[in-house]
């Protein structure tokens, strides 16, 4: 049992490069989410899905887009990077419906020149 | 989404009790209250929640004021290995997206 796994573990992007970080979950959770963490500073949610082929914006949507084309993996992309998406990217799922806690992965050091 | 407030950092001595205080005055009847923590380098990690009563798990305790204005989280024996953030976050279930709103936690130093 995994949990939460995220791919790659770190990257460097030049500015204007494309590219998609995997998570992967085997919980068989309903929701998952992305979340971008700054230096000295909280999470803060990118994108969501309640469900497979559903997604919804979080707090800070610009700029990404994701993909839930299967129940265990959510996708999160970066078109044209830039430099202010430097950040670590920590994805997360949870059952659906009651309090239950979210689960998450190890994140991904994104830094992009 | 209703907002907590902790203080921004904290120290406690190896092997005392930790109490961690979460102010959240505009808490609504469908919120929960979550606490998470964040080790070094490391994605976060669910702790314990609560909605109205005092809760205990294996990690630490929860207690709730009587009005839901407040909660405190009480680590029972501090160890170097709880140095980290912790969050205090309401969590809404009335939108059924169990979506979770971070705000700058308290960073926990534990002294030997």
């Known amino acids: 049992n995994a949990g939460v796994t995220q791919t790659p573990k770190f990257r460097v992007l030049k500015t204007g490069q494309s590219m998609t970080l995997l998570c992967a979950q085997d919980?068989?959770?309903?929701?998952m989410y992305w979340y971008r963490q700054d230096p000295g500073m909280g999470l803060r949610l990118i994108h969501y899905s309640v469900g497979e082929g559903t997604t919804a914006k979080g707090e800070v949507p610009d700029g990404y887009n994701v993909s839930r084309l299967k129940k265990q993996n959510f996708l999160l992309g970066l078109e044209s990077a830039a430099p202010s998406q430097t950040s670590v990217y920590f994805c997360a799922s949870s059952r659906q419906g009651g309090p239950y806690e979210q689960y998450f992965g190890p994140g991904t050091r994104l830094t992009v020149t | 989404d209703a907002k907590t407030t902790q203080p921004n950092s904290m120290e406690s001595n190896e092997e005392e009790p930790v109490h961690l205080p979460c102010n959240h005055s505009t808490i609504s009847g469908t919120d929960y209250i979550h606490w998470y923590r964040q080790l070094p380098s490391q994605g976060p990690e669910y702790v314990i929640h609560g909605l109205t009563s005092n809760v205990n798990n294996r990690m630490a305790s929860l207690a709730i004021a009587e009005d839901r204005k407040s909660s405190t989280l009480i680590l029972h024996r501090a160890t170097l290995r709880d140095a980290a953030v912790y969050y205090c976050?309401?969590?809404?279930?009335?939108?059924?997206?169990?979506?979770?709103?971070f705000g700058q936690g308290t960073t926990l130093q534990v002294k030997p």
């Open positions: 919980m068989n959770h309903e929701y």
């Open positions: 976050i309401l969590r809404d279930y009335s939108g059924n997206t169990g979506k979770l709103i």
